[in-house]
């Protein structure tokens, strides 16, 4: 059997501390773009491939854990969302 090879675009980031985004759809890529071009507004972002960062919720006494897709900082707020 041989090495299966998935190509997906790719782009370097500007405030990232992970140099690459893989994209692995249209809407990952625009956001993205747009979190790399708001200086204003975000100071730093990160996409959680491989990353392990999870958030535990809790709704109607049931607990969930939920991987967002995206980590952004915002420096107004002075805390990390997710997307």
Same mark, same amino acid.
């Given at each position: 059997?041989? #090495?299966?090879? $998935?190509? =997906?675009?790719? +782009?370097? @980031?500007?405030?990232?501390? #992970? &140099?690459?985004?893989?994209?692995?759809? $249209? /809407?990952? !890529? *625009? +956001? !993205?773009?747009?979190?790399? =071009? &708001?200086?204003?507004?975000?100071?730093? /972002? !990160?996409?959680?491939?491989?990353?392990?960062?999870?958030?535990?919720?809790?709704? %109607? *006494?049931? #607990? $969930? %854990?939920? =991987?967002?897709? #995206? /980590?952004? !900082?915002?420096? @107004?707020?002075?805390?990390?969302?997710?997307?």
């Amino acid at each position: 059997m041989g #090495i299966m090879r $998935r190509v =997906r675009p790719c +782009e370097l @980031t500007q405030r990232s501390h #992970i &140099n690459m985004c893989v994209f692995d759809s $249209r /809407w990952e !890529a *625009s +956001e !993205a773009f747009e979190l790399d =071009r &708001n200086r204003g507004l975000v100071s730093a /972002w !990160a996409k959680n491939d491989h990353l392990g960062f999870e958030v535990t919720c809790s709704f %109607k *006494s049931v #607990i $969930r %854990k939920f =991987r967002p897709i #995206i /980590w952004s !900082a915002f420096p @107004t707020a002075g805390c990390w969302c997710s997307k």
